[in-house]
T-cell receptor
Framework: GAGVSQTPSNKVTEKGKYVELRCDPISGHTALYWYRQSLGQGPEFLIY????????DSGLPNDRFFAVRPEGSVSTLKIQRTERGDSAVYLC?????????????FGPGTRLTVL | GDSVTQMEGPVTLSEEAFLTINCTYT??????LFWYVQYPGEGLQLLLK?????DKGSNKGFEATYRKETTSFHLEKGSVQVSDSAVYFCARGQGAQKLVFGQGTRLTINP
């Protein structure tokens, strides 16, 4: 079946611009996670949704970052006034529920470059 | 806070060599432990997991045992292949399964 998909695969923008990154989770998965992976590092947690609500947004670095999941399926990560330090690969993952035994399945990521 | 520390890379081995990649975690609560792998040009994939102490996860010839007494989850394989060349990430599940990852270990296997 279809896995987690993310669009766009690559995004180049200028400092100060606004960007939106989209994630389509596996059908039927209620939990959705966003991570950020900088070059040479492991992914870092940003935010997690259970259904439509953000259950934990403790990893968002500042108020320029915001994410929504209005219908409990597709999610959009929004970054305002982008900075060069926001350049990274943004990963989305989904799991059946947010229980410890459920595997998180990752998408291919969106590579964001801020010039 | 909670963290995962894994063996620094890069690691280069010859085909059929024995592999160990060390991973230790901070011992807050009773996390689930994972190894994820990222093959060249591909996304992160779950390799194996263990959800409680003394559990052994295994897949594709790789194994890791959840050791509570040493807070470790070392990845091992008895005979590596060129196709195992990838970046390997150790991770712990925290709270509602948000994952905390190590920094990754790049493995290269030479024929």
């Amino acid at each position: 079946g279809a896995g987690v998909s993310q669009t766009p695969s690559n995004k180049v923008t200028e400092k100060g611009k606004y960007v939106e990154l989209r994630c389509d989770p596996i059908s039927g998965h209620t939990a959705l996670y966003w991570y950020r992976q900088s070059l040479g590092q492991g992914p870092e947690f940003l935010i997690y949704f259970q259904g439509t609500g953000a259950a934990d947004d403790s990893g968002l670095p500042n108020d320029r970052f915001f994410a929504v999941r209005p219908e409990g399926s597709v999610s959009t990560l929004k970054i305002q006034r982008t900075e060069r330090g926001d350049s990274a690969v943004y990963l989305c993952a989904s799991s059946l529920t947010a229980l410890a035994e459920n595997t998180q399945y990752f998408g291919p990521g969106t590579r964001l470059t801020v010039l | 806070g909670d963290s995962v520390t894994q063996m620094e890379g890069p690691v280069t081995l010859s085909e059929e060599a024995f592999l160990t990649i060390n991973c230790t975690y901070t011992a807050t609560g009773y996390p689930s432990l994972f190894w994820y792998v990222q093959y060249p040009g591909e996304g992160l994939q779950l390799l194996l997991k263990a959800t409680k102490a003394d559990d052994k996860g295994s897949n594709k010839g790789f194994e890791a045992t959840y050791r509570k007494e040493t807070t470790s989850f070392h990845l091992e394989k008895g005979s590596v292949q060129v196709s195992d060349s990838a970046v390997y990430f150790c991770a712990r599940g925290q709270g509602a399964q948000k994952l905390v990852f190590g920094q990754g270990t790049r493995l290269t296997i030479n024929p």
